[in-house]
């Protein structure tokens, strides 16, 4: 679905991704992990062109995203849904507003349609009865969850998640732990999520990936992943006190 | 795409590479808010679009009427400085009746425009910087960007066409208040009765002065939006850059309103 090919990213003078080459299947949760500043966000930001390769390049669906312009790279934009980590949602329309923005400048569908698609995503994720409040009234999980409304209004065949779970308490982050889950049971979509966060990793991911010095240390199943042989992958496990053998297993997928 | 990629290039090694990086600098961000213009201008074709009519009247009020009262004082008090000083000196000579005429054609000419451009660049452009500086920062404009919404389109065309239309408007308001200032003044510190006032400011006005006055200020509202949307697009560094987008904004929109102003003015007098 989405391929990296020998991708190679400067930021700074320095490289940030190093020759990384992977490949997210159809329908699956692919979990990026790393400590910061190691390249998890402009990994995402490549898929969707918001970034270009140095080297190397990356391909959505078959087609080169990463030299796409114009009315191609549009095309290739609608296949995706982005939740940006702080929801990115427009501060001066209301939440009902927010996810309606993709349907009202992009389709012809009329304001019934709208408002019912609207409703209907609202409650996916738990929102109906905050359908008029601004983003300003609503609490950092709730605008998450908006964004994420709004990312899957379209019906995107991929969606990527941004550090979903950042800055949220442990119920929230569990919530949007299962938010993401249900998207790829109920909806079949493939997902990308890019978090530091190891306990949500393992609960949603079909495949980890984590990267560190701008590589891939390791690309594996969650339950192959925590038995790494690689020093950083161990390192970055003890780091948020998981075991080989431990909670994590319970809430596997 | 409006969402830039942060570009990196090693410090320069001596004053020379300094100019030299300065320069491309300039003409790079110069020809960058052209290009954003000349977008703005061709999306301007969707401007009958619902969404797009209910905005430019958003931004009407938002950038025009709520500056009314500012403009008010500003206009009536430079109104007021002008007929006192020009009439001080009138009088030394018996010739303070004319002050209308002066007041009249200074504020249509140029006193009118370059006072509401530079409230509105104040008011207007560096909110509208902060604005668009505070959507790049949170990710907002990538996200529309990735929704295949146009920034351009949504955000700078009502923009540009709201201030494109007040800021004429504005500045001919501007105009009615400094001569009702004058008059004022007239009437109270030097006699001149306001029959004969306003007599002689329409004696000596042409509507040449009206147009130009306007014109100006049509170019005035322009740059204004031009300046603060490339700014507010262009940053980086999160708050701190919030900060230098506006402080950008205001001195380049004053810098480009003085300059802008004086060659319309050689243009059409000279």
């Known amino acids: ?42 990994t995402l930001k ?33 296949k995706f849904g982005v939740l940006f980590q702080g929801g990115a949602l ?32 609202l409650k996916l994720v ?35 998640y941004d550090e979903p779970t950042s800055g949220l308490d442990p119920v929230s982050s569990r919530t949007i732990d299962q938010l993401i889950d249900s998207m790829r049971n109920e909806l079949g979509v493939t997902s990308v999520v890019v978090t530091h966060d190891l306990h949500s990793a393992l609960s949603i991911g079909s495949r980890i990936a984590m990267l560190t010095g701008g590589r891939i240390a390791e690309l594996a199943e969650p339950a192959a992943f925590v038995q790494s042989s690689q020093e950083e992958v161990k390192l970055f496990l003890e780091s948020q006190f998981i075991t080989r053998r431990g909670e994590w297993e319970r809430n596997m997928p | 795409m409006i969402t830039r990629e942060p570009r990196y290039f090693p410090p320069p090694q ?49 950038g025009g009427i709520k500056s009314l009262g500012v403009i008010t004082v500003v206009a009536t008090f430079t109104g007021m400085i002008l007929a006192l000083q020009t009439g001080i000196e009138m009088r030394r000579f018996g010739q303070e009746v004319y002050i ?10 140029e006193m009118g425009p370059f006072m509401t451009g530079l409230i ?35 955000l700078v065309m009502p923009r540009l066409v709201a201030m494109a239309v007040m800021t004429p408007l504005l ?3 501007s105009c009615i208040m400094g001569v009702v200032g004058g008059g004022v003044v007239g009437m109270t510190q030097l006699g001149v009765p306001w029959s004969a006032y306003i007599d002689n400011a329409t004696r000596f006005a042409e509507n040449k002065d009206l147009f130009v006055g306007m014109f100006k200020a049509f170019l005035f509202g322009i740059i204004i939006v031009i300046t603060a949307c490339h700014h507010g697009f262009g940053t980086t560094q999160g708050a701190v850059g919030v900060g230098n987008a506006t402080r950008r904004t205001v001195i380049l929109s004053f810098l480009a309103i003085l300059i802008v102003g004086y060659f319309v003015t050689r243009l059409f007098y000279v």
Not at chain 1, 66 to 76: C, D, F, Q
Not at chain 2, 34 to 45: F, H, N, P, T, Y
């Open chain 1, 1 to 42: 679905m989405i391929r990296f090919e020998n991708v190679t990213k400067f930021l700074g003078g320095r490289p940030v991704l190093n020759g990384v080459t992977f490949e997210v299947r159809k329908g699956e949760t692919l979990v990026v992990v790393g400590p910061s500043g190691t390249g998890k966000s402009v």
């Open chain 1, 46 to 78: 490549h898929m969707v062109r918001l970034m270009t390769p140095d080297e190397g390049r990356v391909m959505v669906g078959g087609e080169v995203i990463s030299e796409a312009a114009g009315e191609r790279l549009e095309r290739l934009r609608e």
């Open chain 1, 90 to 121: 427009l501060e001066w329309l209301t939440v009902g507003e927010n996810v309606a923005l993709p349907l009202r400048e992009k389709t012809d569908l009329s304001e019934e349609e709208i408002e019912e698609r609207v409703t209907v995503n």
């Open chain 1, 126 to 160: 738990g929102l109906e009865g905050d359908i008029d409040k601004y983003p300003s009234e609503i609490s950092g999980g709730m605008r998450k969850r908006v964004g994420l409304a709004r990312a899957i209004v379209c019906k995107p065949e991929i969606i990527l």
């Open chain 2, 14 to 62: 001596d004053w020379r590479g300094q100019i030299g990086r300065q320069v491309l600098t300039t003409t790079r961000d110069a020809g960058r808010a052209m290009l954003l213009l000349a977008e703005a201008v061709w999306c301007i074709r969707h401007m009958m679009a619902r969404r797009s009519r209910q905005e430019i009247l958003k931004q009407m009020v938002a």
């Open chain 2, 100 to 109: 209308g005429g002066a007041v009249m054609v200074s504020m249509l000419r």
């Open chain 2, 120 to 154: 509105l660049a104040a008011s207007v452009g560096s909110a509208i910087a902060a604005q668009m500086g505070t959507m790049v920062v949170s990710e907002e404009i990538a996200a529309l960007e990735l929704m295949s919404i146009n920034p351009v389109r949504f």
């Open chain 2, 171 to 173: 500045s001919f308001y």
